[in-house]
């Protein structure tokens, strides 16, 4: 589906990509990959056992954790959309977000051992900061949303 384009956060430079979430450099991580698809973002994520709240169900840290990057990967994301930086021509991503908020809403158990699909939407960009809405959602139902602030690192 979406196997032509690159990942963002494997657009971040090697010195930037350990992050447990989301580095393409962190053997031990989770290696989150956010697409940009349209005006939207997407990443899906299939965990194991090992990530066990209630037998059958995912531990919120994870779903947390996997908002967390989708979210931060989408700001950078939309905040090249803005700025008219093409994504299919660059090798590394010129701008780079960091979490300064995140809200989480569970609203139903997460299954264990689904294919999780994340979604992003952009809501504003007010000078540094991104605001980004997200969902997960397993099966076509959405097990959690989230809010993310997102802030543009200078330099
Ligand atoms: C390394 C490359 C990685 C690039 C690749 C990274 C990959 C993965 C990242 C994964 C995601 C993470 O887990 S990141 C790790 C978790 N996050 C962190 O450790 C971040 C820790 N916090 C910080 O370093 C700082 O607080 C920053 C950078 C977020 C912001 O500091 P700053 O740069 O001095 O900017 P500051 O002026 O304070 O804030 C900018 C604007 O945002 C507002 N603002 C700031 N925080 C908040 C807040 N919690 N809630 C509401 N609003 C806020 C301010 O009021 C201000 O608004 P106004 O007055 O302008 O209106």
């Known amino acids: 589906m979406h196997h032509k384009r690159k990942a963002i956060q494997d ?8 992050c447990y979430g989301c580095g393409k450099n962190n053997p031990d991580g989770h290696q989150l990959k956010t697409y940009l698809m349209g005006d939207e973002t997407i990443a899906h994520f299939t965990p194991d056992e090992k990530f066990t709240a209630i037998p059958g169900s995912v531990y919120g840290g994870l779903v947390a954790s996997l908002l967390d990057c ?3 990967g989408s700001a950078a994301a939309f905040a090249c959309l803005a700025e008219n930086i093409d994504l299919e021509n660059v090798a590394i991503i010129p701008i780079r977000c960091v ?7 569970f609203k139903v158990p997460t299954p264990m051992g689904k294919k999780l699909e994340l979604k992003g939407k952009l809501r504003s960009i007010e000078g540094r900061k991104i605001l980004v809405d997200m969902t997960l959602s397993a099966e076509g139902i959405v097990c959690a949303t989230g809010e993310i602030l997102a802030i543009k690192l200078k330099d």
């Open 70 to 72: 989708h979210g931060t």
């Open 11 to 18: 657009l971040y430079p090697d010195e930037l990509a350990h």
């Open 99 to 105: 979490t300064a908020s995140l809200k989480v809403d």
